[in-house]
């Protein structure tokens, strides 16, 4: 049966082809073109105003559009796609229908024409031309995903145009920083990317000098061989300019000082990656990476192992750092791996009370070590020393040996979130609580600027071993187990824990129901809308989204082999080069 809606189309299409009902015509030079007020206001934005807000043209019989991203031949199309709902483009006239529909406000072709460029006017045709064509549009209108596609498939084949005279002559400066400034971007090293963008500055210096400092700050300087940096970038026509004077002398800081944790090397010492890697961490073991492609775990030889750790508890990236907690015989250390250099190391001694760690978390220059029956500490990255946190009558730093304490510390709006302890009456709770819920979880806040702690609301369900994680700007509890021993003693077992959300305004915590997650042995947990693994403690997330409304269970099959992974092993994850990624399976 057909939709009323298209019979009315069909209609107003006819009616304008035998020219009944006509109220208006858009003319272009000498062409003029009937239609429908009422067809037009409902399909351009640029019309409905016109006619709605009383406008001059809005009683005219003829209107005409001057504008110079309108065409004839283009205006056709677009009037053609409003009225029959196909659009009859190629690679001959699609930019041109792009600006007229962008002028009018016509979404429906816009969407339409992007489409095409997406899938298939950029994959098969891409050149420079093409995509600095693309570009100048897609910025000019505000079309950001034509921009991102354009910019995609361009990061793809950068090592093979860099250095063609089309590149170096037509090139804008907006474009190739904005490639520049990608983790995608594909180049042999920063080197070579660092000496591709003196050449396009030197191809035309003498205008180009004016944004050079935009395009040398879009290179990652930190990663480039500092002399390099020295030789193009010490000189008086260099250190002239501000900018440029400012980034050779922060670039000469961070090479003085490689071990400093600045904002400069977080963000111009970052390695270009596709995509983080998920890495399983074992003492005195070769380092997995898991595939998503294949979906198995494979060795990453390239990544030295981590051969006096004899324990690993948790791990937390940072920059171009990975810490991973461990402990050495009897010793408590935070390892240090620098990804740019490929080498281990470890931080200062942690402080002589400090016991099993539970997590780390990362927020504002420091790490925080969660420990699993004491005060935590922080280390802070810049000066390189550790400093103490304050303790809390409400703490975890006051709870029975005996009391089981889950592994989850994240950032959550500016402060630390832990989530500790089974067992209330280790708790300034009420005896009711106790009396009730004996082995529930409380939450507990830390603010870094008032280096303070606040008590915040208990679960709603026991939970051992569980994961806290932020998605969607929400706090999520998931994973781990519920149950307790005859003894009333809190201990892991079978059962799984319910997924829980917490609301801050309200300080109440709610279960989840997972309405699209069938039983399963994966350990997978819907939170936001999303397919979660929680391996290790370690919550992966699987790309699985579950749309609004969706009343089919997610699909889990071939993620069998993600829990496969030692279960002493750490998870994170990792901006890996992709060429360092071994083909072979564990």
């Given amino acids: 049966m057909v939709a009323n809606s298209e019979i009315l189309l069909s209609k107003c299409a006819l009616f304008r082809e035998q020219g009944e009902f006509i109220d208006v015509r858009l003319k272009v030079c000498d062409d003029e073109f009937p239609a429908h007020r009422i067809v037009l206001a409902a399909n351009s934005d640029y019309f409905h105003a016109m006619f709605a807000r009383g406008m001059k043209e809005s009683n005219q019989e003829v209107i005409e559009l001057k504008d110079e991203n309108i065409s004839a031949a283009a205006l056709k199309i677009v009037m053609d796609a409003i009225y029959g709902g196909e659009i009859n483009i190629n690679d001959e006239n699609v930019f041109d229908v792009l600006l007229a529909a962008d002028h009018l406000q016509v979404r429906s072709v816009i969407q339409q024409c992007c489409e095409y460029l997406q899938t298939e006017f950029v994959q098969r045709k891409f050149d420079l031309q093409t995509y600095c064509r693309t570009c100048s549009i897609a910025d000019r209108h505000g079309l950001n995903d034509l921009k991102e596609a354009a910019q995609r498939e361009m990061a793809l084949i950068y090592k093979e145009v860099c250095g063609r005279d089309e590149f170096l002559s037509h090139f804008e400066a907006d474009q190739l920083s904005g490639l520049v400034s990608r983790d995608d971007l594909n180049a042999p090293s920063e080197n070579f990317v660092f000496k591709s963008v003196m050449q396009w500055i030197k191809y035309k210096k003498e205008e180009r000098m004016g944004v050079a400092a935009k395009v040398i700050g879009a290179v990652r300087l930190g990663l480039v061989d500092i002399k390099d940096v020295i030789e193009e970038l010490d000189t008086e026509e260099m250190q002239v300019i501000p900018e440029i004077h400012m980034l050779f002398h922060r670039t000469l800081i961070h090479y003085c000082s490689p071990s400093s944790r600045s904002m400069f090397a977080l963000e111009k010492g970052k390695p270009r990656s596709v995509s983080p890697v998920l890495l399983a961490i074992l003492p005195k073991s070769e380092i997995k990476c898991f595939d998503v492609m294949s979906k198995t775990w494979k060795q990453l030889p390239s990544m030295p192992q981590l051969n006096e750790a004899t324990e690993c508890y948790c791990a937390q990236h940072v920059g171009n750092y990975l810490y991973v907690a461990a402990k050495t015989n009897e010793d408590f250390l935070i390892y240090c791996y620098d990804i740019v250099h490929n080498t281990w190391g470890t931080l200062p001694p942690l402080p002589s009370s400090a016991n099993q760690i539970?997590?780390?978390?990362?927020?504002?220059?420091?790490?925080?070590?969660?420990?699993?029956?004491?005060?935590?500490?922080?280390?802070?990255?810049?000066?390189?020393?550790?400093?103490?946190?304050?303790?809390?009558?409400?703490?975890?730093?006051?709870?029975?040996?005996?009391?089981?304490?889950?592994?989850?510390?994240?950032?959550?709006?500016?402060?630390?979130?832990?989530?500790?302890?089974?067992?209330?009456?280790?708790?300034?709770?009420?005896?009711?609580?106790?009396?009730?819920?004996?082995?529930?979880?409380?939450?507990?806040?830390?603010?870094?600027?008032?280096?303070?702690?606040?008590?915040?609301?208990?679960?709603?369900?026991?939970?051992?071993?569980?994961?806290?994680?932020?998605?969607?700007?929400?706090?999520?509890?998931?994973?781990?187990?519920?149950?307790?021993?005859?003894?009333?003693?809190?201990?892991?077992?079978?059962?799984?824990?319910?997924?829980?959300?917490?609301?801050?305004?309200?300080?109440?915590?709610?279960?989840?129901?997972?309405?699209?997650?069938?039983?399963?042995?994966?350990?997978?947990?819907?939170?936001?809308?999303?397919?979660?693994?929680?391996?290790?403690?370690?919550?992966?997330?699987?790309?699985?989204?579950?749309?609004?409304?969706?009343?089919?269970?997610?699909?889990?099959?071939?993620?069998?082999?993600?829990?496969?992974?030692?279960?002493?092993?750490?998870?994170?994850?990792?901006?890996?080069?992709?060429?360092?990624?071994?083909?072979?399976?564990?």
């Fill in 358 to 586: 539970g997590s780390l978390c990362y927020f504002e220059d420091h790490i925080y070590v969660i420990y699993q029956y004491s005060a935590p500490f922080r280390y802070n990255v810049v000066t390189n020393h550790w400093q103490s946190v304050a303790s809390s009558s409400i703490g975890c730093n006051n709870l029975d040996p005996k009391t089981f304490c889950s592994k989850a510390g994240v950032v959550y709006k500016s402060c630390i979130y832990v989530l500790h302890g089974q067992g209330h009456s280790y708790f300034n709770l009420p005896s009711s609580y106790y009396k009730s819920e004996p082995f529930l979880s409380v939450l507990f806040c830390f603010d870094p600027k008032r280096n303070g702690w606040e008590q915040k609301a208990p679960t709603k369900t026991p939970h051992f071993g569980s994961s806290l994680l932020v998605v969607n700007n929400k706090l999520y509890v998931a994973g781990g187990t519920c149950s307790i021993t005859a003894e009333n003693i809190p201990k892991p077992s079978g059962n799984e824990a319910a997924v829980e959300v917490y609301d801050k305004e309200e300080n109440t915590w709610s279960v989840v129901q997972q309405t699209h997650i069938p039983p399963n042995n994966h350990r997978a947990v819907e939170v936001g809308g999303k397919v979660f693994f929680i391996i290790n403690c370690f919550p992966v997330d699987s790309g699985i989204t579950i749309s609004p409304g969706e009343v089919y269970p997610a699909v889990l099959d071939g993620w069998e082999n993600l829990g496969k992974v030692d279960k002493s092993a750490v998870l994170c994850y990792v901006p890996v080069k992709m060429e360092n990624l071994t083909a072979e399976n564990t």
